[in-house]
Structures are given as C-alpha cells and as structure tokens.
C-alpha cells in the first residue's frame, strides 16, 4: 500500500512539472528546428544561445485559427537568429513566429528575428511568371518582373505586365509580403516576400534587430519581393536600440521593379525606443517607375484613442504607385506622417480619413480623394511635398515650409503660414492671421482674412473670386505680388478703406485666358487713399489677351471682344490707337471706350505658340478712391520682347477716379511694345482715363503710345488718354505717339461710338484735344461727314479747343478721314473742331454757396471759359455794395493757352462800424474781348450771404425829475442810441393822463 501511493506521488510531481518556470537554454549553433512541447514548455523561460539560426516551426492555416507558441520569457542572445520556415507555394497557408509572452522579449546585440524571403514566393511557376500566392488564397500576384506587393505596391514595369494589389490591415497586420514576377522557378524567378513576426509580451527590448524584409537578391533574380509583417504588443515598455523594418527588396543588376513595403504595428504602454531603424520602405532600383510603394507603420500606446501612422519610403523617389487607403484598410489616426518620397493616397471609396495632425514631410505627398469634409488641428508640409485634398478642410494651424497644397474644395484656417503654393480650389477662411514668406497662394473662390497677411508677407497672392480683407486697409509690402482678378472689399458690401503699395510691392492680375471673351482685370473700389509709394507698382503688363500662335495661324486669340479678329502673322496688336503693318498682314481695328475703358490690349500676331508667338497686350487697372497718389508707376503696356517674338503687344486699360486729389510724381503708362530685332509690327497705345476734383499731378510718364519698332509702317499708332475735372462738363483728349513717326495707321474715333463715349449729341465731346509727338486725330466721316468744321447737323465729334494745327507731322495733327499716314493731304490744315454747347463762362460755387464774415472769414468762386477764344478774354467781377456790403479780388485774363483752367474770385466782407444784421448783396461779372463771342456776354452773378459782426443799438431814456405833476406844464426826456443804425431812426413819444387819456408829448 505505502508502495503504491508512492508511486501515485512520484507519478503526480512528474506529471506536474510541466506547470512549474523553468528556465531553458536552446543552443543555435546547429541551426535546429524547435517546437513548442518539445524543446520548450509555455512557462519556461527560454533564452536562445550560441551562434546559429534556430528555426520555429509553426503552419498557419488561412481559414483556420491561428497557430502560436507560448513562454514566459523569451531572450535571443547576441549573434543568434530566430525565424520560421518559407512559406510554400500555395497562398492558402504561411509560416509564421507567433509569440505570447506572459513576461519580456528581449534581443540582445547582434541577436535577431528574421524572416526576410520567407514570406510568399516569388513567380516562376512553370513559366507563367506570377508570385505563387502574394496575397490570401484570392488576389493574383504581380506577373513578370513586377515587384510583390503588400503594404504597398510593388514597383511598376510595364501595363502588360501587372503590379499585384496591397492588401492586409494597417492597425493589425498578419499577412507576409508579395513574392516579385519572375520568369522560372530557378535563377529567373521573382524574390520571395517577408515573413510574419507577431509578438504579444509584457516588456519588449529591442537592441539586436527584427527583419521582415523581401528576399534579399541573388543572381538573375527578376521582381523584387515586399515586406512582410511586424506586430507586436508590449503592454509594459517598448524599448532598444536595435531595427525594426519590412522593406521590399529589389534586383541590384538589373534594375527589375523593387517589392513593395510591408506593414508594422507597435503596441506599448510606454515607448522608449530610440531604433536605429523602424522601416517598411519599398525596393528602390534605380529605374524611373520602379521603386516600390512605401509600406504602413502604426504605434499606439495604450493610453491613447488612436494611434499614429508613419508612410516613410527611404527616399525611394521613383515610385510608380502610392500606399493606398481604402475601405478595407481605413481608420483613425492621431498622427499621420508621410516623409522620405513616400506618397499616402486616400481612395474616394475610403469610408473616412479622421487624423489629428498631418504632417506631410520634404518631397512627400497625401492626395486625399474623399469628397467629405475633414477637420484637423494641425497640418504641416514640407520642402517640395505636395499635399491636395478632393473635400473641404477645416484646420486650426496650417504650416507649409515650400509644398504644393492643393484643396479642391474650401479651406478654413485659423493660423496659416506658408513658403511654398497653396491652391485652393474653393471659398478660403483665415480666422486669426496668414504669413507668407514667399509663397504663391491662389484662391478661385471667396477669400475672407482678417489682414492682408501677418507680419511682412513675401510672395504671390492671386485671387480669382471676391476677397475680403475685413482690417479695410491694404499695405502691399516689398516683395508682395497681390493678382486681384475678382472684386475686393472690407466686408459684402462695404469697400476697402485704403491701400498702400510700398517700394518693391505689387498689384497686379493674372493673364487672360486664350478667348477674347475671358480676360482678368484689376477693379477697385477704395473709400479712401490709393498711394503707390516710389518703387511701388500697380503692373499689368502683358496681362491682356494673348499674342498669336494657335497651330501656327499666327493670328492674335482675340484681342478685342469676340466679334473682331486678331492682327495676323506679325502685324502689331491694337486697342486704343491700331497696330503697326508688318508686310500686308492684318491689322486688327481699334476698339475700347475713351472716357471709360474696359478692355485689355489686343495681342500681336504670331505663328506659333512659344518662340514665335506675338506679344500679349497689357491688362486692365480699374481703381476708384478719394485720394490718388501715384509715385511709382501704374503700367498697363503690352508685353515685353523676348527673343523671337512676332508682332508687338498693344497698351492695356487705365482708369483712375479720385474724387479729391489725383497727385504723384511716377508714371503711369499704357504703351504698345514691339519686336527689337526685327522691326516686326508695334502694338498699338491703350487707353488711359483720369478723373479728380484736382489734378496736383505731374508724372514723369503720362503716355498711351505705339510700339516704335524704328521701320516705316511698323509703329503702332497712340491710344489715347482722357483727363477729366469734376468741375468741367466734358474732359481733355490727349494724342502723344511720343515721336513714333512710322505709324502706318492714324489714331481714329470710332464710327460706332461707345455710348459711355457718347456724351453730346449723341457723339464724342471733349473740353480740349491736344495732339503732339506724332499723334494723329482722325475724325471719319461716319463721326463727322462736313470735314472742314462747318455746319453739320450729324457732326458726332466736338471739342471746345483744338491745339493749334501747324501741319507738321512730327508735332501732330488732327485730320479728317485719314485713315493712314500715308493718305493723300495728312499735312494739310483740313478741321477745326466745333465746340459742345454755347460759348459762356462758367460760374462754380467753391461749396454751393458764398458765405463771408465781417472782419472775418471770406469765401470764393471760380469762373472759367466754356470754348477757346480767339483772343484774350477780361472778366470783371465786381460787388453791387461796396460800402455796407463786399469787395472782390481784380480782374481775371483768360488766353487761348489757359481759357480752359477754372480761375478763383476771392470775396471780403465790408468790416464797417454800422449795424446791419444778417444781410446778402450780389457779386456780378463783366466781361471784354476783342473776341466778338466773349465781349459784353451774360455771366451768372453769385447771391453773397454776409454775417454782420457789429452790435445791435440800443434806446436809453432819462429826466430832470423823478416824476411830473397835473400842474406842470412840461417835463425833460433825453433820448440816446447806443450805436448809428443802417438808416434814420424815429421815435414816438407820448403821456397817458388819468381822465384824458393819450396826449401828445412834443419834442
């Protein structure tokens, strides 16, 4: 009996051991196969030793549960190597190392997992030259010289050639790499895929290296193979100093496509890893299309909602395809970056793409094609990254350090600063502030930002839809370009306050586009100053329409509204005045409102679209303020030469409206350009309108002329420029060719008049016109059929003085119906121009009305001529009352020269002693001439209010007693007046007596 239960307790503590740690020493040096039960027990503590390679054999079954060994610890000693066995040839099971640790993994050194090459086999199945299986049982694997793919796509041969698709999971991955196509099964097959290491402990150190890499090259070996699986959870702490990748691998001779990147997933509670290396990078041949797709890196901590995800490619820049996000394999992240070439694609089938901060590194991308809206915290874009969202985009700081940023949709930002280009496709939204410094931002739709940019911006900034600066004012500073193709205010509906262009800065707008119905112009609205500070610039030059070269018709793309054509093969473009005639080509009609231009600067003609082209023509600057101060320039002429270029560009538009002060010292231009080297034909001037209530003005530059290409016939003819007081009906035409003499066409009216240049009789009507430098004024019959200013009922044109015709070419001229310089007569003196309206002097009230104070303040008027006199004109303006009422400063001579420039009557009130309270006397005006139509006419007289500043009198009584009695006969008043009144003044005196009432009192 005591035999027996001793043998039952033998029997129990042997079978027992099992459950107890043991601590287990594998020696590798004879490179072993090992299994869980039989070289180890799930409790054991199991350290691999001795240099060698121990192999672990476990199968997992695809369709069935996994398959994975148990220890308590597991410690790979310096110079040993763990891996499992090469899958086989069929995609419906793999080898894998899966490893549950109840403690910690350590690998020490020069120690290793690896399982590079053991993943999915490379092709060469019985020549067929696809990998055997490189996804689950049903993907098709990529065909001859392909590289595998896994995490992401191998590298791209040809399209007869295919390129397998990534699979797996990005926050679990299970699945070895993608073998590469090859050819045979021997040394023309592809290179195999990673393996797969899962490892579950409490503590994970890493200081040797864990490799899932593809099978690394061997001789005549094709497709490369992809990365396999890394994922392991330390619920303690990841730690080390060792490598951790999954990279393709690819063909070193041969350049064949490389395999792409695997997948990594980190699991920790506390990450205090510092790895030389932890890359899932794809093969990088050096073949353009060959490198692999980078594969997927995810860490999470287990104190976090999401994790992070990391797209790096090891600076293989070639890749063909990118890592791809989709439906099957899309999450939440915390972070996202993607660096080192890589390039994270998000399908538009993708169910969602939530990150926290997106941080797209120097020469990567993202191209997010889901059309839903994402909100992020932050995004940063590095050196030449590029970073395009399909959807619209809210961010709270947006950091781009030289990327190309393309959102399709709308972009909400609070804080953004760029270098690079930031294209938004849709409305953009800075809430707090914007600073560039160098960058080139485009918004085609609504721009709404709180100043225009922070700090001192640098760059471009084109807008194509309405921008609202909600500040009101603009400083545009050195090294600021602003193209403002769309309209621009404080608020919807409320104009901008001012604007500052400084030395260095720039406005301008984009180039139009190749039909004439589409062009790009500058029109704004100020309700304040404009002022272009010396060096600044408003410049539009070469931004009209295009110059020829469509298919080598050489034709201008429409240099005017649709319904005119283009100056052909190297004639000069027109707008104002017409281009220059090179051969007999085309020249294509003037055409634009003088008083109110609209219109770009028509293109010359080309004959091809790149070094044969005609210039473009100058754009449009429309600008309305109260104060317009111009000490740089403001240039609108065509585009400038470059070797090779055909016809010249013609003047663009200039229209600037100050309601109080136009002034400046710098220029403002809108002139034809031409070709320097071989006098091809000069664009023809623009056109140039100026209001203000005063012109304090004197520009260095003030002209709209033709390209001077220095050949007969060549030079383009002057545009115009129209300058208009607010106190004169009509403005002052001026026709400067700044001496280009070889104008082949004159600068003609229009025979169909613009009806904003309509403005008497239906037709044109100008203060003065003044021709000079070359500047030829032809009126056509159309305009005006009595060519020698005679009579002339349908007479369309009229201008109240003509500068003096001297019938000298280069000084200018006006004529009639001469079309061309060449025109029989076009020195002869053949029109005088006929006034618009009657001759007269007009009468202006500087502020509606003539107020003066006595002993005070004083008042004016102005008066100017209505026409030209013929000789000098004398108006005298004089006050009815000069004693009591005002006085007025001398005589004012009007002269041919300066009969239209308004002259100011200065009024004074009479500062005398006498009382007249609040009174008005009349300012009326006399003129004489030997001038029969000035001499002794009707001038307006001017009503003077005047306020008195003397005292009103007043009436003292007194007598010689203090009372009178019935029986005296009489009593003594003094009567007194405090001041002489304006006229004699009467008192009535009289007694009131108890019983005989009112009895006169005499005096």
Same mark, same amino acid.
């Given at each position: ?402 990327? %190309? ?187 634009? %409102? ?174 003065? /016109? ?12 159309? /305009? ?39 025109? %029989? ?179």
């Amino acid at each position: 009996m005591w035999m027996c239960f001793l043998c039952i307790l033998v029997l129990a503590l042997l079978g027992s051991a099992s459950s107890f740690a043991a601590a287990v020493s594998i020696d590798c040096s004879t490179n072993p196969t090992i299994a869980q039960g039989v070289d180890f027990q799930t409790t054991d503590d199991v350290t691999l030793t001795t240099s060698g390679t121990c192999t672990l054999t476990t199968d997992q079954d695809e369709a069935g549960a996994d398959s994975y060994v148990s220890m308590a610890s597991l410690t790979i000693n310096t110079d040993v190597t763990l891996t499992h066995a090469v899958s086989g040839t069929t995609a419906s099971h793999h080898n894998e190392i899966d490893i549950r640790l109840t403690g910690n993994l350590t690998i020490n050194g020069t120690g290793s997992i690896n399982v590079a090459g053991k993943g999915y086999n490379g092709g060469g199945a019985t020549g067929y030259g696809y990998t055997n299986g490189n996804l689950t049982g049903s993907g098709v694997g990529s065909f001859v010289y392909a590289g595998g793919s896994h995490g992401g796509k191998g590298g791209y041969y040809s399209g007869t050639y295919p390129t397998a698709a990534a699979y797996d999971s990005i926050v679990n991955p299970v699945l070895p790499g993608g073998g590469g196509g090859g050819n045979n099964s021997t040394n023309l097959r592809g290179m195999n895929g990673g393996g797969v290491v899962k490892i579950t402990a409490t503590n994970v150190t890493i200081d040797g290296s864990i490799n899932a890499n593809g099978e690394t090259f061997a001789s005549g070996y094709y497709g490369g193979g992809a990365g396999g699986t890394i994922n392991i959870n330390a619920s303690g702490t990841l730690s080390g100093t060792g490598s951790v990748t999954a990279n393709g691998t690819y063909n070193t001779t041969s350049n064949y496509p490389g395999g792409g990147g695997g997948r990594i997933a980190l699991y920790y509670g506390t990450d205090s890893s510092s790895f030389s290396s932890l890359l899932a990078a794809g093969g990088n041949p050096s073949n353009a299309n060959y490198d692999g797709a980078a594969g997927t890196i995810y860490k999470k901590a287990s104190a976090s909602s999401y994790g992070s995800l990391t797209i790096d490619n090891n600076s293989a820049a070639q890749a063909y395809y990118t890592t791809s996000m989709d439906s099957t394999n899309d999450d939440s992240f915390s972070t996202v970056t993607i660096k080192n070439k890589a390039t994270l694609t998000i399908d538009s089938g993708a169910s969602a793409f939530a990150v926290t901060t997106l941080d797209v590194q120097a020469n990567s991308s993202l191209d997010c094609n889901l059309a839903s809206s994402l909100t992020l915290t932050t995004i940063t874009s590095g050196s030449s990254a590029t970073v395009d969202f399909a959807g619209n985009v809210t961010v709270t700081t947006y950091t781009d350090s030289g990327a %190309s940023n393309i959102l399709q949709g709308t972009l909400d930002v609070t804080t953004m600063e760029a270098t690079g280009t930031v294209t938004v496709t849709g409305a953009m939204t800075v809430v707090t502030g914007y600073t560039s410094t160098g960058a080139t931002t485009t918004v085609t739709g609504t721009l709404t930002m709180p100043a225009f940019f922070s700090g001192t911006p640098t760059g471009t900034l084109t807008t194509n839809g309405t921008a609202y600066i909600s500040a009101g004012s603009v400083t545009i500073p050195n090294g600021m370009t602003w193209n403002a193709n769309g309209t621009v205010q404080k608020a919807s509906g409320t104009s901008l306050t001012g604007m500052t262009i400084q030395s260095g800065g720039t406005l301008s707008h984009t180039v139009a586009s190749t039909t004439a119905d589409t062009y790009n112009k500058i029109d704004l609205t100020i309700n304040g100053d404009l002022t272009v500070d010396s060096g600044g610039s408003v410049n539009v030059v070469g931004k009209g329409y295009n110059g020829g070269g469509n298919t080598g018709y050489g034709y201008t793309n429409g240099n005017s509204n649709s319904s005119s054509v283009g100056s052909f093969i190297t004639a000069g473009g027109s707008h104002g005045g017409r281009g220059g005639l090179s051969t007999s080509t085309q020249v294509a009609a003037a055409y634009d %409102s003088i008083v109110n231009p609209t219109l770009p600067g028509g293109g010359g003609g080309g004959n091809n679209a790149t070094t044969l082209r005609g210039m473009n023509g100058g754009g449009v600057v429309r600008i309305t303020a109260t104060n317009i101060t111009i000490n740089g320039t403001v240039n609108a002429n065509g585009e400038a030469f470059a070797s090779g270029y055909y016809g010249g560009g013609a003047g663009g538009t200039i229209y600037l409206s100050a309601s109080s002060t136009l002034s400046g010292t710098g220029s403002v231009t809108a002139n034809g350009t031409y070709n320097t080297t071989s006098n091809y034909g000069g664009g023809g001037g623009g056109r140039i309108a100026l209001y203000y209530a005063t012109d304090s003005s004197s520009f260095s530059s003030l002209l709209a002329a033709g390209g001077n290409s220095g050949s007969a016939s060549s030079d383009g003819a002057a545009g115009t420029i129209y300058k208009k007081s607010s106190s004169f009906t009509y403005g002052n035409l001026v026709i400067n060719n700044n001496g280009a003499t070889g104008a082949y066409y004159t600068t003609s009216l229009l025979t169909t008049i613009p009806s904003s240049d309509q403005l008497y009789n239906s037709g044109y009507a100008f203060h003065s /016109v003044t021709f000079s430098n070359a500047g030829i004024l032809n009126i056509p019959t159309a /305009v005006d059929s009595v060519t020698n200013g005679g009579a002339n009922t349908d007479r369309k044109f009229f201008a109240n003085g003509c500068t003096a015709d001297d019938d000298t070419l280069s000084t200018g001229e006006i004529v009639a119906e001469k079309s061309t310089y060449g025109a %029989s007569g076009i020195t002869t003196a053949d029109y005088t121009c006929v006034a618009a309206g009657s001759v007269g002097v007009t009468v202006a009230e500087t502020s509606g009305s003539t107020n003066v104070i006595e002993g005070g303040a004083t008042d004016t008027y102005t008066l100017v001529l209505n026409t030209q006199p013929t000789a000098d004109v004398t108006v005298t303006p004089a006050c009815s009352d000069t004693s009591l009422g005002c006085t007025i400063s001398t005589a004012l001579t009007f002269t041919a020269s300066n009969w239209d420039t308004a002259q100011t009557v200065t009024v004074t009130a009479v500062n005398d002693t006498t009382y007249e309270g609040t009174h008005s006397t009349t300012a009326s005006q006399t003129s004489s001439s030997s001038d029969t139509n000035y001499n002794g006419i009707s001038i307006s007289s001017v009503t003077v209010n005047i306020t008195d500043n003397d005292t009103a009198p007043s009436i003292a009584f007194s007598t010689t007693s203090s009372s009178g009695l019935e029986s005296v006969t009489s009593v003594n008043l003094e009567v007194s007046l405090s001041a002489a009144g304006p006229m004699r003044q009467w008192i009535m005196l009289s007694r009131l007596e108890q019983r005989r009432g009112l009895v006169p009192i005499t005096r």
